[in-house]
């Protein structure tokens, strides 16, 4: 599974965020191998309309010895009853990709379902998790229906950031960027406040406001993004000029900048409106400059300074 990892400060705990994937329910299929060592080869593959395999986000918990005293026994940690994401978002088939947010307090993940055609990124707090024993001294074991008012309030505390449906296909991304808060700090309740995404979104889901930063026909290379905090602008490789050279571009994502997108256009299943042609061409032509030069294509790395 993927694996991540982050360290508590107090009393210096260190956590290992991964995920656990058990493919016990997939249908084995056997393939028969030709030739001089010939035989049958077993693999678990899941058929179409068959059992897949199980996945959980855990968190692992230890703490080193550094001196000959010997440390509290490591903590296994994961989410149970309510907080279940099975029990959340039961259409969840994938967890594609998660993370640490700046704080170490909490995580992000993202969720697919199995077309591949909905997907959401939520902010989990780590005090979520929890051990088999703290799990049944705790109001999170009381049995709950998906659609009580105990569910709704455990999804005010697994917050969704970002959610997104097609009628065809949806590409995950590997380019989700958290931003610290103005003042440069990992930000606690705030930390989740500005998201930057290979697709061109910031997102602030305090007052539930996306904020679209490029546009036009052409795509944004979904590689390394980087972000100037002080500035805020975000640097990308994309091929607006031509489809045969990837080239640097920069945009602001100020809100004088960008402009909002409803969370209905993101839902409405991909399809573009005359008001989202006229929106992406002004931000293509006031929004995007370009840095590196026609005639070839680039390859850029920046550091953390952007530079």
């Known amino acids: 599974g993927k694996t991540g990892h982050g360290r508590d400060g107090r009393k210096g705990r260190v956590r290992v965020l991964y995920v656990e994937v058990d493919e016990g329910e997939v249908e084995v299929v056997c393939i028969t191998r030709q030739g001089i060592d010939a035989g049958v080869d077993k693999y678990r593959y899941p058929r179409s309309g068959k059992p897949n395999v199980s996945a959980e986000i855990k968190i692992l918990e230890f703490t080193p010895k550094y001196t000959n005293e010997e440390p509290p026994p490591p903590a296994h940690r994961k989410l149970w009853g309510r907080y ?6 039961p259409w969840t088939e994938y967890i594609v990709r998660l993370g640490w947010l700046p704080s170490g307090e909490a995580i992000w993940a993202q969720l697919l379902d199995r077309r591949q055609q909905h997907t959401v990124v939520i902010r989990i707090p780590v005090s979520l998790f929890m051990t088999y024993e703290e799990y049944f001294s705790s109001s999170a074991s009381e049995p709950i ?18 959610e997104e449906k097609s009628e065809v296909w949806i590409n995950v991304t590997d380019v ?3 931003l610290e808060d103005d003042e440069g700090r990992g930000a606690g309740e705030k930390e989740e406040v500005n998201a930057c995404d290979c697709k061109g979104a910031v997102r602030y889901p305090t007052t539930t406001t996306i904020r679209q930063i490029t546009g036009g026909e052409w795509q944004v290379v979904d590689s390394e993004i980087w972000v100037d905090e002080s500035r805020q602008l975000v640097y990308y490789m994309g091929k607006k000029d031509t489809p045969l050279e990837s080239h640097l571009y920069v945009s602001s ?3 004088s900048s960008t402009v909002p997108v409803s969370t209905e256009s993101i839902l409405k299943s991909g399809r573009r409106t005359e008001e989202d042609i006229v929106r992406e061409q002004v931000l293509e032509e006031r929004n995007v400059k370009r840095l590196t030069t026609l005639g070839k294509s680039h390859s850029v790395w920046m550091d953390k300074g952007c530079k």
């Open 84 to 89: 279940d994401l099975n029990v959340l978002f």
């Open 145 to 162: 229906h998906p659609s009580s008012s105990s569910a709704s309030s455990s999804l005010l505390q697994i917050e969704i950031l970002w």
């Open 176 to 178: 989700l960027r958290f």
């Open 253 to 255: 994502y100020s809100s």
